[in-house]
């Protein structure tokens, strides 16, 4: 009996560290707000990870550096209540790469002005956001905000290189080369 104890926990062992290896963490440090660094359209730049906010928001007057496009028709806009203001009108953006590490975020972006807010952020922090990230988008990706250690982190699926095979146990070779012979 002790045996095949032994044998499950060694199964459930080996099963875990091959389902943990499936997955590689993008993280980043930051100190007291949640301002990492991430990329938009290839140039560096600070964000605010804000669970406060449901939308991924860049700001307008940064279009021009940053080369993203901002929609000028109100059927792209999104009314919104915040920011310091009782309505806020926000214009869909496209052309607008958001990536933390290598990772491409995906989502709708808007843009607004975000001036006063990363003024106010920069004159404590040292940091200008360019960009406030959303619930909506942080959610869709599994961001972990870690406040205890000042982490921010995802997990994603490692890409694979060309020509790589992936890793299989010798339960999924076994039950190939069966199939195969039928």
């Given amino acids: 009996m002790k045996s095949l104890i032994l044998i499950i926990a060694t199964i459930g062992s080996v099963i875990g560290t091959i389902q943990a ?4 963490t993008v993280e980043a440090k930051y100190r007291g707000k949640p ?19 449901e939308y991924t ?9 940053y080369e993203f496009f ?10 919104i209540s915040g920011l310091s203001s009782t309505n806020n009108r926000l214009y869909e953006t496209s052309r607008a790469s958001l990536k933390f590490g290598h990772v491409q975020l995906k989502g709708p972006t808007y843009a607004f002005n975000l ?40 997990k ?7 020509g790589e095979r992936k890793f299989e146990t010798e339960e999924v070779i076994i ?3 069966a199939n195969s012979k039928r």
Avoid: C
């Avoid at 290896?21 to 590689?24: A, G, L, R």
């Avoid at 406030?132 to 870690?146: A, K, P, S, V, Y």
């Avoid at 994603?156 to 060309?162: A, C, D, E, L, T």
């Fill in 115 to 154: 001036s006063t807010v990363a003024t106010s952020i920069q004159r404590r922090t040292g940091k200008r956001i360019t960009a406030i990230i959303g619930t909506h988008m942080m959610r869709n990706h599994g961001f972990i905000l870690d406040m205890s250690t000042g982490t921010a982190s995802i």
């Fill in 175 to 177: 039950a190939k080369n």
């Fill in 57 to 65: 928001v860049l700001d307008i007057g940064a279009k021009k550096k």
């Fill in 35 to 53: 301002i990492i660094q991430m990329t938009l359209n290839d140039k560096k730049t600070w964000v605010l990870l804000d669970t406060g906010s």
């Fill in 70 to 79: 901002v929609s000028a028709s109100n059927a792209n806009t999104l009314n």
């Fill in 156 to 162: 994603v699926k490692p890409k694979k290189k060309r």
């Fill in 21 to 24: 290896q499936d997955y590689e």
